[in-house]
């Protein structure tokens, strides 16, 4: 799992680099309202660290690309990163897209998408927006996504179902959901509760049963469900007709 614990293990500072005691509001109101902004800012107060703090170890590597591989990406397909943070996902996309596809990176923090843009704007297959997943239809959209993946992100979503339904607008015949953490809910559930007083301490990831409830009622069919310690792995699939 790891990554988290790497993030906010043993640091008494809270998760905005401030000193514990100075945020701004208490735990109970900071995710909502303004969940958005606020949560903006606190991965932008991340960015810089991000790469380093999150680095995955070979063996999670393997297990990521591993889940990717289960998502089955066609080469040529338009692919969306939902939170794609600072583009932690390039190196396993950018080999399965093949030279005609295209990928969006999509979020709310500025600096994770300029630091993105930095690190893989050479690629032009790759395109890096600061927008909220809500906005995914108007922002990428218009003529249809294959893929759209949550690494990490989707606990953060305001409202998850919302933007279940939203992505189920937005997938072509065959497109497909996936939302992937390298642990299962209760353990990324925990990670955030510890980091207290702080816009994602009430940030829920669903167990993998009751997400596959909220996805079958906005029309996504459940092809894979997978929870256990270490792994939490949800394919949907569009069930619009070509
Ligand atoms: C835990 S980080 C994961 C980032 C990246 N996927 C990774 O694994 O390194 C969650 C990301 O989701 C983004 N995020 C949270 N809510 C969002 C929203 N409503 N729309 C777009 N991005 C969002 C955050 O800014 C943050 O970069």
Redesign the pocket.
Known sequence: MGFFTQLFGGKKKTSTGRATGQEAAPTQAASKPNG?AR??EF?DALSTE?DTM?RLNPAQEQQLAELIDRIGIPEGSVVV??????G??YKYLAPRVGSKGRVFG????PK?ISLAETKFGHDQRFHWHT????RLIEEIAPEGIDRIIC???FP???DQKGFLKIAAQALRPGGKLAIIHLGSSDEINGLHSDIKDSPVAQDTLPSIRDLSVMAQDVSLAVQTSQEEPGVYFFLGASLKRP
């Open positions: 958005n949560r903006g991965f991000w999150t990163d939902a939170g794609c943070g600072t932690v996902l999509i979020d709310i923090s994770m927008a909220s997943v809500e690494y990490s992100s953060h979503f305001d």
